[in-house]
């Protein structure tokens, strides 16, 4: 196991447009969380699973997005009718359980969306 | 809400020039406090956890410390290498685990 791993890297979608996003955790990690990183910003958070659990949504996530991670493994980020304003850099990390996490997430690699 | 400010938001130094990145950050209660480092087009890559006031990490040429209102990320002897976005956050001891962000502060490197 390498870290975690995002699909694709780059996608390219027209306005009005449905996109769904995959992320692979690192295996033994319970926690996945997925951030939102535009240009120049830093990520924001959006929403936060433990196993299979969905436990805390973002007021970020609007009533398009929605994200799921059946079995406690990979997880998904779906947007649908895509809006310009949704052009940005889509983040996924993984961390152990525990009170804290002493060497904090694993970020993967990102996926950019461009909605032209 | 919690919030994290980073300083300068740009620096560009020459090779061997020391210096120091502040991130002033509010937060009810801290769990813990986040460097990462971002290289463009790339995820954030971690460096240090800090947990309570006094405490110092150190990596390399990278020493990070920490007081009850702001870290600093000293970078020793800067080399080209060490050209990165350095990325802040901090984690509330309320929440789950949700980080909260700063901009960020663009460090350019010139041999």
């Known amino acids: 196991d390498t870290g975690v791993s995002q699909d694709p890297r780059h996608k390219i979608t027209k306005r009005g447009q449905n996109v769904t996003f995959r992320c692979d955790p690192i295996s033994e990690h319970n926690r996945l969380y997925w951030y939102r990183q535009t240009l120049g910003q830093g990520p924001e958070f959006l929403t936060y699973f433990q196993n299979e659990a969905q436990l805390e949504k973002s007021r970020l996530l609007s009533d398009r997005f929605s994200a799921e991670r059946p079995k406690g493994s990979f997880s998904t980020l779906e947007i649908q009718r895509t809006e310009q304003g949704d052009s940005a850099m889509y983040l996924c990390?993984?961390?152990?359980?525990?009170?804290?996490?002493?060497?904090?997430?694993?970020f993967g690699s990102g996926t950019r969306l461009t909605v032209v | 809400e919690d919030q994290v400010t980073q300083s300068p938001e740009a620096l560009r130094l020459q090779e061997g020039e020391s210096s120091s990145l502040n991130c002033s950050y509010t937060?009810?209660?801290?769990?813990?406090l986040f460097w990462y480092r971002q290289d463009p087009g790339k995820g954030p890559e971690f460096l240090f956890t800090?947990?309570?006031a006094g405490e110092e990490k150190e990596k390399e040429r990278l020493k990070a410390t920490l007081t009850k209102k702001e870290s600093f990320l000293h970078i020793t002897a800067p080399k080209p290498e060490d050209s990165a976005t350095y990325l802040c956050a901090v984690q509330a001891s309320y929440g789950n685990n949700r980080l909260a962000f700063g901009k960020g502060n663009q460090v350019v490197v010139i041999p």
């Open positions: 800090l947990y309570s």
């Open positions: 990390a993984s961390s152990p359980g525990g009170a804290t996490s002493g060497y904090g997430y694993t």
């Open positions: 937060v009810s209660g801290l769990r813990g």
